[in-house]
Structures are given as structure tokens and as C-alpha cells.
């Protein structure tokens, strides 16, 4: 009975959405973006002039050759680059930690999901108007991130186009656990909750993400530093347990995204096949030499080891501990990791720091071993290639969609450039337009 009447609610909305549309929506002019550069991702190099004409939500012609349509709105930023759209591998825009811990606590103890929603959907226009067209949401609760990917995809709120994981896979007192909050008052998480035991019990936890809408898998091989009952680096799923994870994911066609700080952790992983090593803090040559091998990525967070690290007072001893430990390592072991050459998608653990601020990790990349080209490419081509969109994102060519950061001066000899775009365009739409532009 319900059944019926929901659906007949759905189709009702269905069709006052199409007339509405029939009545009102002009036929969309066509854009003629104009800048002195163009940032060629999948080249690694600045080209010049920089044009990108843009019809709906694509992109339909690159180039100072492009036939520019007639009666298309021309606007030439100068001295700027336009660029791919930003994407970020590893992001949580359900939340954002501010700078006391306790009092996050607190608040999440009592904020129904609802007003969590709510909140969150500041996070995710913060995320697109920094230039971020694309993100992976790599685990959260109660299926916020899921509520808000559905809402941007609809058109109710601003924000990136979303991967969502729903809840990260994981054992019991592990990274995917609560925090060993008193049983006789907190309800144990089981499969449904992403925490499992057993190789069957994780193939059904894959499973239940993947019945509730997830793009991707998230699962926590090692232990890691926000949480209170494990220890950062020692793995916290057997080999079997890892092996069920992956290739039931893959088997669904779903990437897997493995959170490693630990090196033994991340080598269980690579060799279970998982798609990307998170954080990677403790990884040793040898498992990067590994990956390299395997075409695993690594999506180092820098930004996040980083905060962490320079925050780790205000943590309990406990977290302010494995806080101080992966923030000595994370970049040393970023440039360890460009030496060997591996595979990189950038990635910044955002609601660590506060959403907004992601760009921050192309100045550390750069400070690290990379050059601002390879830190472009890791959030472009890099990351779409990870994600799995790059048939339709990552670059700025003819077919793809029209999402389009424009950056002051040029990016490859300021990567801080990226921190501070004038114009962000996503699917065609401008999200972000700065005061004139010098
Ligand atoms: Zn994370």
C-alpha cells in the first residue's frame, strides 16, 4: 500500500519536473572561456593561449583554432590559467573537525543525522568552490555522504560530483569501529556498519555498502590515528579477510580504497589487489617498489598528516601519540615514493582539516619531490584515472564534461596559484566567479 503511493508520489514529481523544465529552460548559450595559458594535463605542460569553448554541460572545442560559436559569451581572464577541474581521492564531507576535540565529541553524541546533512552541505560548496569538481567520499556515517551525493546530482544543493563509499569495511576494535565506548550504552556495529570478521562476514559488509548506492569500497587494513582502540600501524584484517574484501568489490565492479598508515598492512593490501594505499605513512621502499610493480596507487594525504601533526595537543595521549608518529613520516615517505615513481592521486583526508583548504596539498607535493606539473597531474589525470571517470573528466579536450578551474598567473611556476582560483565552471555550470580579475 505505502509502495503505491510512494511511487505514484515519485512519478507525480517526475512530471511536474519535465513541464517545469519544457516551460523554462533556454536553450544554453555557449561559453568561450579565454585565458593567457592552458594547463594540458595529460601532456604535462602550459600551453598558450589557453581557449576551451563550452555547450551545456561539455566541453566542445580546445585551442586558439577552435571555431567559436556564434552569439557565445566571451570571457577572457588574462594573465590566468584554466585547468581541469580539481578531484580529491580522499575526502569525508559528512563532517569537519574543528580545533577541540571534546567539544566534536559532544556535538556528534547529539546531532541527529539530519542537522548533520545540513551542516555538510556547506562542506561540499567550500569543496567546489576551491576548484574541486570531483571527490571520493571514503567512508562516514548513516549515509550523509550518499544523502548529499544524490542532492548535488538532483540539483538541490552546490557541491562536487561525488563517489561515495558509505561506511569503511573493517574488523571489530578496528579503524572502521566506534571507539570503545561503554557497550551497555552504545549498540555494536556489525556488517551493515561496515565491521566484520571472518572472510564472509566482510563479503556481506562489501555487499550492504554496495546495496545502499556505494561507488566505491573503502576498508581499513591498518589502524589509524583518529580512532582510540588500535594502534596505527599493525594490520587489523587477515590476508583472508582483505582477499574477500577486494575481489568481492571487484567482482561488482567497484574500486577498493585501502586506509595503510602500516607498512605490512599496505603489503597485505597491494598483494589482496586493492586499487589506491591511503595515507601510507610507514610504507617502506621495498612496498612501494610494489606497488609501482602492481600499478597500485598511492594517495599520500600529506595535508592531513600535516595537521594532524601540528594539532596533536589537543588530542587525547592516546591519538596525539599515533598523531605525532605518522606526521614525522608521511612526507618522508612522499619522497621516497617519488623517487621510486609510483602511481599518485592526490588525496587530503578533508574534515581532518577543514574543507575548503585541499589545494594546500599541491604545495606539499611540491615541497616533497614533485614538480608542480606532477602535483597538476595527480589531481587531474591522475586522479581520474583511480576514480575511474577519466572516459569523461581529467583533461580539457573536446567531449568531456566542462569542468573548468581558471588559477591567477600560471600554476607550474606558482604552484600556490592553486589555493586561490578566480572562476570554477562544474558540468558547465559556474559555481565560482571572482571580482574582476587583474
Ligand atoms: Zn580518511
Given at each position: 500500500m505505502s509502495v503505491a503511493k510512494g511511487m505514484c508520489g515519485v512519478a507525480m514529481a517526475a512530471l511536474l519536473t519535465g513541464?517545469?523544465?519544457?516551460?523554462?529552460?533556454?536553450?544554453?548559450?555557449?561559453?568561450?572561456?579565454?585565458?593567457?595559458?592552458?594547463?594540458?594535463?595529460?601532456?604535462?605542460?602550459?600551453?598558450?593561449?589557453?581557449?576551451?569553448?563550452?555547450?551545456?554541460?561539455?566541453?566542445?572545442?580546445?585551442?586558439?583554432?577552435?571555431?567559436?560559436?556564434?552569439?557565445?559569451?566571451?570571457?577572457?581572464?588574462?594573465?590566468?590559467?584554466?585547468?581541469?577541474?580539481?578531484?580529491?581521492?580522499?575526502?569525508?564531507?559528512?563532517?569537519?573537525?574543528?580545533?577541540?576535540?571534546?567539544?566534536?565529541?559532544?556535538?556528534?553524541?547529539?546531532?541527529?543525522?539530519?542537522?548533520?546533512?545540513?551542516?555538510?552541505?556547506a562542506y561540499t560548496k567550500a569543496m567546489v568552490e576551491a576548484g574541486f569538481t570531483t571527490v571520493r567520499n571514503v567512508g562516514d556515517s548513516d549515509y550523509i555522504a550518499?544523502?548529499?551525493?544524490?542532492?548535488?546530482?538532483?540539483?538541490?544543493?552546490?557541491?562536487?560530483?561525488?563517489?561515495?563509499?558509505?561506511?569503511?569495511?573493517?574488523?571489530?576494535?578496528?579503524?572502521?569501529?566506534?571507539?570503545?565506548?561503554?557497550?551497555?550504552?552504545?549498540?555494536?556495529?556489525?556488517?551493515?556498519?561496515?565491521?566484520?570478521?571472518?572472510?564472509?562476514?566482510?563479503?556481506?559488509?562489501?555487499?550492504?555498502?554496495?546495496?545502499?548506492?556505494?561507488?566505491?569500497?573503502?576498508?581499513?587494513?591498518?589502524?589509524?590515528?583518529?580512532?582510540?582502540?588500535?594502534?596505527?600501524?599493525?594490520?587489523?584484517?587477515?590476508?583472508?579477510?582483505?582477499?574477500?574484501?577486494?575481489?568481492?568489490?571487484?567482482?561488482?565492479?567497484?574500486?577498493?580504497a585501502a586506509h595503510c598508515h602500516g607498512d605490512l598492512a599496505a603489503r597485505m593490501a597491494v598483494k589482496a589487489g586493492a586499487d589506491s594505499i591511503e595515507h601510507g605513512s610507514f610504507l617502506t621502499e621495498e612496498t612501494l617498489k610494489m606497488m609501482k610493480e602492481k600499478g597500485t596507487y598511492l594517495v599520500p594525504t600529506l595535508f592531513a598528516g600535516y595537521w594532524v601533526g601540528s594539532h596533536a595537543d589537543g588530542f587525547p595521549p592516546a591519538i596525539a601519540e599515533k598523531a605525532r608518529a605518522a606526521a614525522a613520516q608521511s612526507q618522508k615517505m612522499f619522497q621516497m615514493a617519488a623517487r621510486v615513481g609510483v602511481k599518485v592521486a592526490f588525496g587530503t583526508d578533508a574534515a581532518v582539516e577543514p574543507h575548503g583548504l585541499g589545494a594546500t596539498e599541491f604545495s606539499l607535493m611540491a615541497k616533497n619531490g614533485f614538480t608542480p606539473v606532477q602535483a597538476l597531474q595527480a589531481a587531474t589525470v591522475g586522479a581520474a584515472d583511480l576514480l575511474g571517470v577519466k572516459d569523461d573528466s581529467g583533461t580539457l579536450e573536446a567531449g568531456k564534461l566542462a569542468d573548468i578551474v581558471v588559477l591567477p598567473g600560471n600554476p607550474v611556476e606558482n604552484i600556490q596559484a592553486t589555493e586561490h582560483p578566480k572562476f570554477v565552471m562544474r558540468a558547465g555550470k559556474v559555481v565560482k566567479e571572482a571580482a574582476p580579475l587583474q
Open positions: 513541464s517545469a523544465f519544457a516551460a523554462e529552460a533556454p536553450a544554453a548559450k555557449p561559453v568561450v572561456l579565454k585565458a593567457a595559458h592552458l594547463f594540458d594535463a595529460a601532456a604535462g605542460k602550459i600551453v598558450s593561449p589557453g581557449v576551451v569553448v563550452v555547450q551545456g554541460d561539455k566541453i566542445e572545442a580546445v585551442g586558439p583554432n577552435a571555431k567559436l560559436p556564434d552569439g557565445a559569451k566571451v570571457i577572457d581572464f588574462g594573465d590566468a590559467t584554466l585547468t581541469p577541474g580539481f578531484m580529491d581521492a580522499h575526502v569525508h564531507l559528512s563532517e569537519q573537525s574543528s580545533d577541540n576535540y571534546y567539544k566534536d565529541f559532544f556535538d556528534g553524541m547529539y546531532q541527529m543525522p539530519a542537522e548533520q546533512a545540513l551542516r555538510a552541505t550518499l544523502g548529499l551525493r544524490n542532492a548535488i546530482n538532483a540539483g538541490i544543493i552546490e557541491g562536487p560530483r561525488m563517489l561515495v563509499a558509505n561506511y569503511a569495511v573493517g574488523s571489530t576494535g578496528g579503524h572502521a569501529d566506534q571507539d570503545p565506548m561503554r557497550p551497555d550504552l552504545i549498540a555494536q556495529a556489525g556488517p551493515i556498519h561496515g565491521v566484520c570478521n571472518g572472510p564472509e562476514e566482510c563479503r556481506a559488509a562489501v555487499r550492504y555498502q554496495i546495496k545502499y548506492g556505494a561507488n566505491v569500497i573503502k576498508f581499513m587494513p591498518s589502524g589509524g590515528v583518529l580512532s582510540l582502540a588500535d594502534p596505527v600501524d599493525v594490520p587489523e584484517l587477515t590476508q583472508d579477510e582483505m582477499n574477500a574484501i577486494v575481489s568481492e568489490a571487484h567482482a561488482w565492479h567497484r574500486k577498493v
